[in-house]
Structure formats: structure tokens, C-alpha cells
């Protein structure tokens, strides 16, 4: 894929826009429109989230969990709709934490920022930790629960000085990983389909021991948390809006990109799995407690196989890599209005690389604390692993609300993209779907287990947003002077 290239005045319009929303900037803007949606395609990463939540969503609702796929995609493509209208004319980087403070002010802003952050940090151990089992796979050996935690602290050092060499590192491997996850993914899923199908089409319509009728419903919701876990990363596209040209266009254009292929890639990968499952029954009942691997081996061969994991390998680092570049950035905005400790710091772009060093080496260095705690608090690892997807779609439905607040105080989107008289209607339904999907995240299922794993989402949002709230509260960043924009709407 190749993209077309820019303008010549496309930079210096650029940066007008940002002057005018009271910014300059450093950044080196020649990340194109493809590396941009290449970011979050492979945030999102389609073969990641499959692979990681198969089994899970499986076992929860059986293979008519399928159809979670098209309703979740429908459901977050609403939200993404809000997102392009606002980063459309907010195109600054950091993303959700700016995009508030322009929509509401400065305390709810700083409090998404406070939510995504945690949510970002907590997601690259949670991947990383994901990654370590099919790298040891991928080598040919027996890993302990302390290696596979090794290795999860490797990838992230890997990751962050990849991410350390500058923007135009960060592009190249994005779109490198969107290729090779891309092609691998329809590569495998059309092999599966052609020549491994054990399955007919109609058990996507079978409940199996889940019940029928209005009593599979529970079990159908509550195998939809594998699909919504595949549903976001179309937002780290704006989280490097001051490093993409023509942000204004291109980013709207590039997050519905995202949840086009990316949502398709996952959908396919998920069906052709269930279609080529060998033993349906015992992949459903947890017998087979890896049913991917199984399936692989199964139609691949051993060295297959391994070629497969390869890709999957490709598909994490360049997912570890999206995630903390948008946590960077996230970082760095925040620090540039002085609303976090250490701002100074923070807020500081390398001269030779320009990029947000030392909020990198953070985003770093706290997803390896949260990993290496599996040491010695395995549960608790697990624990606070789970805020990841729910602090994400939180800090989405801060960003709705702030949306639909605005409308109600008389914004009116002046960006490139707008929805117009559709506006608070998408608004509306986002909100709706948000809110539903944070509740059904949060819901308490596993009565059998201790109170903090089967509160766990409730326990760690809890405790993040008590932080957050003492924080802001003692600390008082909002109050901070750099901030001096007008931000009525």
C-alpha cells in the first residue's frame, strides 16, 4: 500500500489549526495516512484479541457467540463516529484527555486522563503477559509462570526501544505488523475454511447446554466481553494527531478504517476457528483449555504451526508497540498543561528522535512493575489485569458524555468530519451501547471464586478512580496556569 502524498502547505495548515487551539508543536508530522490506521489496526490487533479470548468466549456462550462480533463492531462504530467528529476538530495529541477538556473542562479531562492512562498501562502488561506463552511455544519450551513473566518484561523492553528511535520507526513497524497480521490472518482463516472444516455452518446457530429462547441470553451477553475486547484501538489513531499530516481528515477517516478491517479480520479469524474446531464438545466444556492451538495443530502440522505463532509474535509486538505509543503521547499532553507530577519532564520531546523519551521510559517502566508483581501475587496480577478493557471503555464514555454535554451547551462540530443533523442521535446510541458494555464488563459471574476476582473490574475502577479523585482533590493539577485556552464550546 502506498499513500498519496501530502501537500505541500498540508504541515502549515496543520499547525495553524493547532496554534489556534493554543499549541505548538515538535513532533515530526510525517506519520502518513496508512501508518496511521496501520497504529490502530494494530492496537486493536484482531489476531491478539482473538487468540487471547477464544477459549473464554467459547466456553461462555458457545460458537453462536459469533454474532457478538457484528453487534459489538456496530455498537463501537458509534462511539468511533463521536470520536472523528471531535478529533476532527480537536486533532492534538494525547486524544482523550484533550478531547475533554475542550468538551467539558478540566477536571472531567483530567480524570479520563488519570482512567486511560491506568487502562493503557494495565493493557501493555496484559499483552505482554498474553505474549509470553506463544514465544515459548514459538521456541520449543516448558515455561514457568516466573519465565513467561520474564519474557513479558522483555517484550515491553523490546518495545520501548522501538518506540525510543522516533516516529518514523514507529509508522514503519506499525505498517509492517498491519501486513503481516493482515495477510496471516486471511492466509490462515482461508486455509482453515478450505481444506479443515470439521463444523457445518449451522452451529452458529445451536446454544448447545446453554439453554434456548430468552434463557441462552445470559450466556450469549457474557460471552460478548471476548468480542468487545477486540473492539477498541481505533482511538490511538488521534492519541498521534500532531504527528500525522491533514490530522483533521485523515484520523476520522483512518479510526472507521480501523473498526472496518480490523472488525472484519477478527470476525473472519473467530469464524474460521469455530468452523475447524476438531472437538467442538470438549473446547466448549474447557476439556481442550487451548481449542486455537489444538486447531492449528491439527490443520497445520507442527511446523505450520509455527509459522503461524511467528505472526502471532509480529501481531503482539506491534500491538505492545501502538499501546505505548498511545500512552506516550497520552502522558505528554497531560504533562504539557502541567497536570500531572513530574510535567516538566514529561512534556519534553527529544531533539535528535522527536518524541515524548521520557514518558515513554514511564510507559515502560510502570507495565513492567504491574507484570513482574506475578512474581510473588499471581491472583493479583490477574486482578488488576482486568481494569485494562473496562478502564478503556470508561474513558470512552467519558469521551461520549462530554460529547452529548457539549451539544447540550450548543457545540457545534466545525471540523472537516461531522455528523450534522445526525449528531446527537449516534451520540445518543453510543452512550447507550457504552454504558450497557461497561455493565455487562463489570458483572460479577463467578460466584465459585474469591470476592476480588469475581469483583475484580468493579474492585480496580474503584480503586483507580478513588486515586484519581484524592489526587485531584489534594494536588489540585487542574488548577495549574500553563492551562489558559478558552474552552467554551
Known amino acids: 500500500m502506498s499513500s498519496t502524498k501530502q501537500p505541500i502547505n498540508s504541515i502549515d495548515s496543520d499547525a495553524l489549526q493547532l496554534k489556534e487551539l493554543g499549541y505548538s508543536s515538535n513532533f515530526d508530522r510525517s506519520m502518513s495516512f496508512w501508518e496511521n490506521f496501520s497504529l490502530g489496526f494494530t492496537y486493536l490487533s484482531p489476531v491478539v484479541g482473538v487468540y487471547s479470548v477464544f ?51 478540566t477536571r472531567w479531562a483530567w480524570m479520563s486522563a488519570w482512567v486511560y492512562a491506568w487502562a493503557l498501562f494495565t493493557t501493555v502488561a496484559a499483552v505482554a503477559v498474553g505474549g509470553a506463552p506463544f514465544l515459548s511455544q514459538l521456541l520449543a519450551f516448558e515455561s514457568s509462570a516466573s519465565t513467561s513473566i520474564w519474557i513479558a518484561v522483555a517484550m515491553i523492553l523490546i518495545s520501548t526501544l522501538l518506540n525510543l528511535s522516533g516516529t518514523k520507526l514507529l509508522s514503519k513497524v506499525a505498517m509492517i505488523g498491519f501486513i503481516c497480521e493482515l495477510v496471516g490472518a486471511i492466509v490462515v482463516g482461508g486455509y482453515l475454511l478450505i481444506f479443515s472444516r470439521t463444523q457445518s455452518i449451522g452451529i452458529l446457530f445451536e446454544t448447545f447446554e446453554f439453554g434456548s429462547g430468552v434463557d441462552y441470553l445470559p450466556a450469549f451477553i457474557a460471552s460478548s466481553v471476548a468480542a468487545m475486547f477486540c473492539y477498541y484501538g481505533f482511538e490511538a489513531c488521534g492519541d498521534v494527531a500532531e504527528e500525522t499530516p491533514n490530522a483533521s481528515t485523515a484520523i476520522p477517516k483512518s479510526m472507521r478504517m480501523t473498526i472496518y478491517v480490523g472488525g472484519g479480520a477478527a470476525t473472519f479469524i473467530c469464524l474460521a476457528l469455530l468452523l475447524s474446531v476438531p472437538d467442538l464438545s470438549k473446547a466448549i466444556s474447557g476439556e481442550d483449555a487451548d481449542p486455537v492451538t489444538t486447531t492449528l495443530k491439527a490443520s497445520l502440522g507442527e511446523v505450520g504451526y509455527r509459522m503461524v505463532i511467528a505472526i502471532v509474535m509480529i501481531s503482539f509486538l506491534s500491538c505492545l508497540l501502538s499501546l505505548q505509543a498511545a500512552a506516550s503521547r497520552l502522558l505528554f499532553s497531560f504533562a504539557r498543561d502541567g497536570m500531572i507530577l513530574g510535567s516538566n519532564q514529561l512534556s519534553t520531546l527529544s531533539e535528535a528522535t522527536k518524541v ?134
Open 55 to 105: 477459549a473464554m468466549a467459547l466456553q461462555a456462550g458457545g460458537p453462536a457467540m459469533f454474532w457478538n462480533y457484528f453487534l459489538v463492531g456496530i455498537g463501537q462504530f458509534f462511539v468511533c463516529l463521536v470520536f472523528g467528529e471531535v478529533v476532527s476538530q480537536y486533532p492534538i495529541s494525547g486524544g482523550i484527555y484533550p478531547w475533554c477538556l475542550r468538551l467539558v473542562g
Open 356 to 489: 515524548p523519551i521520557k514518558a515513554l521510559i514511564v510507559s515502560g517502566l510502570i507495565p513492567i512493575f504491574i507484570a513482574s508483581l506475578g512474581h510473588w501475587l499471581q491472583d493479583a496480577v490477574s486482578t488488576i489485569i482486568s481494569f485494562a478493557s473496562i478502564g478503556i471503555y470508561i474513558a470512552f464514555q467519558m469521551v461520549v458524555i462530554g460529547a452529548l454535554y457539549a451539544r447540550w451547551k450548543g457545540w457545534k462540530p466545525k471540523g472537516s468530519f461531522s455528523l450534522g443533523k445526525w449528531g446527537v442521535f449516534v451520540n445518543v446510541i453510543a452512550l447507550l451501547y457504552g454504558m450497557a458494555a461497561v455493565i455487562n464488563m463489570v458483572w460479577p459471574r463467578m460466584p465459585e471464586e474469591p470476592w476480588f476476582i469475581n469483583f475484580g473490574m468493579l474492585t480496580t475502577s474503584g480503586i483507580v478512580f478513588l486515586t484519581g479523585f484524592i489526587y485531584l482533590m489534594i494536588g489540585k493539577p487542574h488548577t495549574n496556569q500553563k492551562i489558559k485556552h478558552d474552552f467554551t464550546v
